[in-house]
């Protein structure tokens, strides 16, 4: 049996092991809490955009009336042959398997696009790590050497996502789609409306199918059981499970745009539609950006939790370990003595 | 007729503002619009410029940076790229943008150009309007 001295070694490295992981779920649940707000906040600009191009369809002549072809660049849809895949995953681990399962789910999609020219764009420095080995990293306008490539990763955007940083990513995008260098842009990431609603979804971003219509193409719901332990760590860390009530603000959102009067137009409707066609699509990438990072902090906050349980049933084992150890000593001592004492 | 209109400002960020105001002048892409209560509904494209909106006497300057605007007779919603309160604006960040900017300008190449431009642009009005705010706050 092992010596009391070592078993107490051993639990105040545990213990010290187990404030770490508490602090850190506490540190993320501080920072899911800002990503949903953040989320949150972004929605009123996306649902207003989304209202004011559905109502421009109308108006502004984006189908040829007599070919029924699309006049905007971005919807145009040509067979797949150059595709772009966007990965989103984390910048650090730690963070249970959300980062494995994001690039496992990436790894199928690449797999069932067998045959056409994929590039990958990092968003994440894991996806990076972990892409960089198996593809070549290559400038997009530069040759081809493999199916598979790396065209860009994007360090230090998850750490600030702001608006900008998102929307150069998008317009360099729509710039290769509409020179035709690309035929169809996905974005892989995690869906997070809540703590307990999420999945990896794969999200068609051009050709523009249909305005305020989500094209997912491939999603994987997480497993009863992770969201099940999501729940339990956000109910331990004081984050609520449900999705804030947004209803007024959506419903204020909503309104915008779509007023049954006659809005003058300042510029005609297909010059508004072109100019902010190209915005739907960075908000849409925007939004992808904002969920994965709530979803990471909360799958970082749920494996820390998991974490800070198991320390605390490994240091009631140990001690109980210790207990018997100590009480075995003390035993052997005694009968040790008592025997000293009878062999006189 | 009411004699005030709602003002909401709206960035992909967060909500800037949600306001009464009496009076709001706005940066279309035609040139500046002033806003009475009671416009007729108009749908319109925002330049780089500045938004101005009186409200009891007092007046509020944010710089705005493309956009989007709806305006109704009682109420007027503007989606702007970034927007920021004149208070706000980091004027030597602000600065270090513009002589950037007009740096790149004369380097040439056309895209780059361009680019420049818009940055210039954006710059100047920065720094423009946190030198009014500036004014206005003493």
């Known amino acids: ?344 | 007729m009411a004699d005030t209109f709602q003002l909401e400002i709206v960035t992909p960020e967060r909500l800037v503002v949600r306001d009464t105001a009496e009076e709001a002048q706005i940066p279309g892409k035609a040139g500046y619009m002033g806003i009475l209560p009671g416009h007729a509904p108009l749908i319109s494209e925002l330049a780089v410029g500045e938004i101005t909106y009186t409200h009891g006497g007092a007046t509020t300057r944010f710089a705005v940076a493309w956009g989007f605007v709806e305006v109704l007779p009682d109420k007027v919603t503007i989606l702007a790229e970034t927007c920021e309160r004149a208070e706000d604006i980091d004027v030597s960040r602000a600065q270090a943008a513009y002589d950037r900017a007009a740096e790149r300008m004369k380097e040439g190449g056309e895209i780059d150009y361009d680019r420049a431009l818009i940055a210039l642009q954006r710059a100047e009005v920065r720094l423009e309007v946190a030198k009014k705010g500036g004014l206005a706050a003493h």
């Open chain 1, 1 to 344: 049996m092992a010596n009391v001295l070592d078993i107490r070694r051993r639990i105040r490295s545990v213990k010290s092991t187990r404030q770490i992981t508490k602090a850190m779920k506490m540190v993320s649940a501080a920072k899911l809490r800002r990503a949903q707000e953040r989320a949150l906040a972004a929605r009123p600009y996306a649902q207003m955009l989304t209202n004011v191009l559905k109502s421009l369809v109308t108006r502004a002549d984006c189908f040829d009336p007599e070919t029924g072809e699309p006049l905007h660049p971005l919807l145009v849809q040509r067979e797949e042959k150059n595709i772009l895949v966007i990965i989103v995953t984390a910048d650090r681990g730690l963070a249970g398997a959300f980062n494995s399962n994001i690039i496992k789910s990436a790894q199928r999609f690449l797999e069932s696009k067998g045959g056409v020219n994929i590039d990958i764009e990092c968003i994440g420095r894991k996806a990076r790590d972990f892409f960089r080995r198996r593809f070549p990293m290559e400038t997009p306008d530069g040759p081809r050497s493999a199916p598979v490539r790396i065209t860009g990763e994007h360090p230090g955007l998850l750490s600030k996502p702001d608006f900008a940083t998102v929307e150069e990513v998008a317009e360099d995008i729509i710039g290769r789609y509409t020179r035709s260098e690309l035929d169809a842009v996905y974005v892989l990431f995690n869906e997070f409306k809540s703590v307990i609603a999420q999945r990896l979804v794969v999200e068609t971003v051009l050709p523009i199918s249909q305005i305020g219509e989500r094209d997912i193409r491939q999603a994987e719901e997480l497993s009863q059981k992770e969201l099940e332990r999501a729940g339990e760590a956000a109910a331990a860390a004081g984050v609520s499970l449900t999705e804030p009530d947004t209803a007024e603000i959506d419903a204020r959102a909503a309104k915008f745009g779509t007023e049954q009067v006659d809005y003058i137009y300042e510029q005609p409707p297909k010059q508004l539609f072109a100019a902010l066609l190209p915005k739907y699509v960075s908000v849409q990438l925007y939004r992808s950006v904002l969920e994965s990072v709530a979803a990471e902090h909360a799958a970082r906050m749920t494996a820390m939790d998991s974490a800070t349980n198991n320390a605390t049933d490994m240091i009631d084992s140990l001690t109980l370990t210790m207990n018997r150890a100590r009480q075995a000593a003390i035993t052997k001592e005694i009968i040790e003595i008592v025997s000293g004492a009878a062999a006189l």
